[in-house]
Protein backbone atom coordinates (compact mmCIF):
# COMPACT_ATOMS: atom_id res chain seq x y z
CA UNK A 1 0.00 0.00 0.00
CA UNK A 2 0.88 3.61 -0.55
CA UNK A 3 0.07 6.56 1.59
CA UNK A 4 0.04 9.96 0.67
CA UNK A 5 -0.25 11.89 3.49
CA UNK A 6 -2.46 14.82 3.32
CA UNK A 7 -2.38 17.64 5.88
CA UNK A 8 -3.72 21.19 6.13
CA UNK A 9 -2.55 23.46 3.27
CA UNK A 10 -0.40 20.63 1.12
CA UNK A 11 0.09 21.24 -2.56
CA UNK A 12 -3.09 19.84 -4.31
CA UNK A 13 -1.22 18.77 -8.13
CA UNK A 14 1.55 17.54 -5.62
CA UNK A 15 -0.39 14.94 -4.14
CA UNK A 16 -2.98 14.16 -6.68
CA UNK A 17 -1.38 13.60 -9.60
CA UNK A 18 1.13 10.89 -7.92
CA UNK A 19 -2.22 9.13 -6.26
CA UNK A 20 -3.36 9.16 -10.24
CA UNK A 21 -0.28 7.76 -11.71
CA UNK A 22 -0.16 5.42 -9.41
CA UNK A 23 -4.15 4.05 -9.06
CA UNK A 24 -3.33 4.09 -13.45
CA UNK A 25 -0.81 1.39 -12.93
CA UNK A 26 -2.61 -0.34 -11.01
CA UNK A 27 -0.88 0.24 -7.55
CA UNK A 28 -2.65 0.49 -4.41
CA UNK A 29 -2.86 4.35 -2.66
CA UNK A 30 -4.48 5.83 0.13
CA UNK A 31 -4.75 9.39 0.96
CA UNK A 32 -4.30 10.16 4.30
CA UNK A 33 -6.15 12.62 6.07
CA UNK A 34 -3.21 13.85 9.23
CA UNK A 35 -5.46 16.93 10.06
CA UNK A 36 -8.87 15.06 10.31
CA UNK A 37 -11.25 13.59 7.30
CA UNK A 38 -11.49 16.36 5.31
CA UNK A 39 -8.44 18.46 4.26
CA UNK A 40 -7.90 21.68 2.55
CA UNK A 41 -5.01 22.22 0.29
CA UNK A 42 -3.48 25.45 -0.49
CA UNK A 43 -5.55 26.57 -3.24
CA UNK A 44 -8.81 25.72 -1.18
CA UNK A 45 -9.49 22.74 -3.05
CA UNK A 46 -11.13 20.37 0.01
CA UNK A 47 -10.12 16.46 -0.65
CA UNK A 48 -11.99 13.87 1.48
CA UNK A 49 -9.33 11.72 2.25
CA UNK A 50 -9.49 7.94 2.43
CA UNK A 51 -8.65 7.23 6.03
CA UNK A 52 -6.92 8.92 8.34
CA UNK A 53 -4.33 8.81 10.22
CA UNK A 54 -5.38 6.36 13.02
CA UNK A 55 -6.56 4.01 10.48
CA UNK A 56 -3.05 3.41 8.51
CA UNK A 57 -1.92 0.17 8.97
CA UNK A 58 1.92 0.41 8.79
CA UNK A 59 2.54 -3.42 8.28
CA UNK A 60 1.33 -3.24 4.78
CA UNK A 61 3.54 0.33 3.78
CA UNK A 62 4.99 0.10 0.65
CA UNK A 63 6.10 3.57 0.44
CA UNK A 64 4.81 7.15 2.17
CA UNK A 65 4.60 10.06 -0.19
CA UNK A 66 4.49 13.37 1.02
CA UNK A 67 3.30 16.43 -0.89
CA UNK A 68 4.49 20.00 -0.62
CA UNK A 69 2.57 23.28 -0.38
CA UNK A 70 2.36 26.13 2.44
CA UNK A 71 1.54 25.73 5.17
CA UNK A 72 0.93 21.96 4.39
CA UNK A 73 4.81 21.12 4.84
CA UNK A 74 4.97 22.39 8.13
CA UNK A 75 1.71 20.66 9.28
CA UNK A 76 3.45 17.72 7.88
CA UNK A 77 6.85 18.29 10.08
CA UNK A 78 4.95 19.33 13.23
CA UNK A 79 2.72 15.97 12.94
CA UNK A 80 3.88 13.66 15.79
CA UNK A 81 2.29 11.24 13.58
CA UNK A 82 3.77 12.01 10.58
CA UNK A 83 7.06 11.78 12.35
CA UNK A 84 6.62 8.42 13.64
CA UNK A 85 5.66 6.97 10.20
CA UNK A 86 8.58 8.01 8.66
CA UNK A 87 10.56 6.97 11.42
CA UNK A 88 9.37 3.60 11.18
CA UNK A 89 9.83 3.73 7.08
CA UNK A 90 13.10 4.90 7.74
CA UNK A 91 14.14 1.83 10.02
CA UNK A 92 12.41 -0.77 8.16
CA UNK A 93 13.66 0.38 4.43
CA UNK A 94 10.21 1.54 2.97
CA UNK A 95 10.52 3.96 0.25
CA UNK A 96 9.80 7.72 1.05
CA UNK A 97 9.21 10.10 -1.29
CA UNK A 98 8.34 14.15 -1.32
CA UNK A 99 8.00 16.88 -3.44
CA UNK A 100 8.86 20.42 -3.43
CA UNK A 101 9.23 22.36 0.25
CA UNK A 102 8.57 18.65 1.79
CA UNK A 103 11.54 17.19 0.83
CA UNK A 104 12.84 19.61 4.00
CA UNK A 105 11.47 17.39 6.26
CA UNK A 106 13.65 14.48 5.26
CA UNK A 107 16.18 17.12 5.53
CA UNK A 108 15.74 18.07 8.79
CA UNK A 109 15.58 13.99 10.24
CA UNK A 110 19.13 13.51 8.56
CA UNK A 111 17.06 10.97 5.70
CA UNK A 112 19.15 12.57 2.61
CA UNK A 113 22.36 12.49 4.00
CA UNK A 114 24.73 10.25 1.63
CA UNK A 115 21.80 11.18 -1.27
CA UNK A 116 21.34 12.95 -4.54
CA UNK A 117 18.06 15.26 -3.85
CA UNK A 118 16.05 17.79 -5.48
CA UNK A 119 13.68 20.32 -4.11
CA UNK A 120 11.71 23.31 -4.52
CA UNK A 121 14.37 26.37 -5.34
CA UNK A 122 15.18 28.29 -1.72
CA UNK A 123 14.74 24.76 0.17
CA UNK A 124 18.17 23.33 -0.72
CA UNK A 125 19.78 24.36 2.63
CA UNK A 126 17.62 22.49 4.37
CA UNK A 127 18.02 19.08 2.26
CA UNK A 128 21.03 18.58 4.17
CA UNK A 129 22.17 15.97 1.23
CA UNK A 130 25.28 14.90 -0.25
CA UNK A 131 24.24 16.72 -3.61
CA UNK A 132 21.57 19.13 -5.00
CA UNK A 133 20.23 17.48 -8.00
CA UNK A 134 19.59 19.31 -11.24
CA UNK A 135 16.95 16.74 -12.34
CA UNK A 136 13.20 17.73 -11.43
CA UNK A 137 12.44 14.16 -10.56
CA UNK A 138 15.74 11.92 -8.72
CA UNK A 139 15.37 8.65 -6.49
CA UNK A 140 18.68 7.42 -4.43
CA UNK A 141 18.73 4.97 -2.23
CA UNK A 142 14.84 4.26 -1.16
CA UNK A 143 14.29 8.01 -1.43
CA UNK A 144 12.58 9.72 -4.18
CA UNK A 145 12.28 13.99 -4.57
CA UNK A 146 10.54 15.77 -6.96
CA UNK A 147 10.77 19.92 -7.46
CA UNK A 148 7.51 21.47 -7.47
CA UNK A 149 4.13 21.09 -8.47
CA UNK A 150 4.86 21.40 -12.33
CA UNK A 151 6.75 18.01 -12.34
CA UNK A 152 3.86 16.37 -10.11
CA UNK A 153 3.02 13.87 -12.97
CA UNK A 154 6.97 13.11 -13.40
CA UNK A 155 7.17 12.17 -9.69
CA UNK A 156 4.19 10.34 -9.69
CA UNK A 157 5.63 8.15 -12.91
CA UNK A 158 8.98 7.75 -11.08
CA UNK A 159 6.95 6.50 -8.18
CA UNK A 160 5.47 4.16 -10.51
CA UNK A 161 8.56 2.95 -11.96
CA UNK A 162 10.08 2.46 -8.26
CA UNK A 163 7.46 0.22 -7.24
CA UNK A 164 6.39 -1.58 -10.70
CA UNK A 165 9.74 -1.06 -12.66
CA UNK A 166 10.24 1.02 -15.90
CA UNK A 167 7.77 -0.73 -18.53
CA UNK A 168 5.30 0.31 -15.98
CA UNK A 169 6.05 3.63 -15.80
CA UNK A 170 6.69 4.18 -19.45
CA UNK A 171 3.20 3.07 -20.20
CA UNK A 172 1.57 5.19 -17.61
CA UNK A 173 3.52 8.30 -18.64
CA UNK A 174 2.75 7.55 -22.36
CA UNK A 175 -1.17 7.28 -22.00
CA UNK A 176 -1.46 10.63 -20.49
CA UNK A 177 0.94 12.65 -22.29
CA UNK A 178 -0.68 11.14 -25.35
CA UNK A 179 -1.50 14.02 -27.62
Known amino acids: MVYVMLAEGFEEVEALAPVDMLRRAGVNVMTVGVTGE ?10 AADITAKEMDMANAEMIVLPGGMPGTLNLEKSEYVQ ?15 ICAAPSILGHNGYLRGRYATCFPGYENELNCRKVSDKPVITDDGVTTAKSAG ?5 GCELVNVLLGPEKATAVSDAVYQP
Open 38 to 47: AVRGSHGIVV
Open 84 to 98: AVLEYCWENGIHIAA
Open 151 to 155: YAVNF
